[in-house]
C-alpha cells in the first residue's frame, strides 16, 4: 500500500511558477513509476508528465514540454513537479499517483495509488 500526498500548490499569476511535491508512504517507493496528471472543471483527468523508477527517464505531454519537469528523490520519497511559465490553461487540480512498475507509464488506468490532489490556479 503506498498512500501519497501533495503540496505546493496555490495560486500564481501567468508566467509564474510553482513547485509540487508528492510525498509517498512505504518503504518501496523505488519500485513505482510515478506521474502526475491534471483535471480541469468539466474536464477529464489528463497526463502530465511520468518518472521511471530511479530518474533517468521521464515523458510529458505535450503542453508540458519545455515548461514543467518531473523528477524524484528515492532517498527521501518524493517525486516534484517544477512547473515554469505557467498558463491560465494550466489552471486544475493537479494528481499524483504511482503505478507498480519501473519504466514510463501515461494512462491513468494504468496507475495503482493516487493523491487526493492539490489545486493550482494561474491567474491572468
Known amino acids: 500500500q503506498v498512500q501519497l500526498v501533495e503540496s505546493g500548490g496555490g495560486l500564481v499569476q501567468a508566467g509564474g511558477s510553482l513547485r509540487l511535491s508528492c510525498a509517498a508512504s512505504g518503504r518501496t517507493f523505488r519500485s513505482y513509476a510515478m506521474g502526475w496528471f491534471r483535471q480541469a472543471p468539466g474536464k477529464e483527468r489528463d497526463f502530465v508528465a511520468t518518472i521511471n523508477w530511479s530518474g533517468s527517464s521521464t515523458y510529458y505531454a505535450d503542453s508540458a514540454k519545455g515548461r514543467f519537469t518531473i523528477s524524484r528523490d528515492n532517498a527521501n520519497n518524493t517525486t516534484y513537479l517544477q512547473m515554469n511559465s505557467l498558463k491560465v490553461e494550466d489552471t486544475a487540480v493537479y494528481y499524483c499517483?504511482?503505478?507498480?512498475?519501473?519504466?514510463?507509464?501515461?494512462?491513468?488506468?494504468?496507475?495503482?495509488?493516487w493523491g487526493q490532489g492539490i489545486q493550482v490556479t494561474v491567474s491572468s
Open positions: 499517483a504511482a503505478a507498480r512498475n519501473v519504466g514510463l507509464v501515461t494512462k491513468t488506468t494504468s496507475f495503482d495509488y
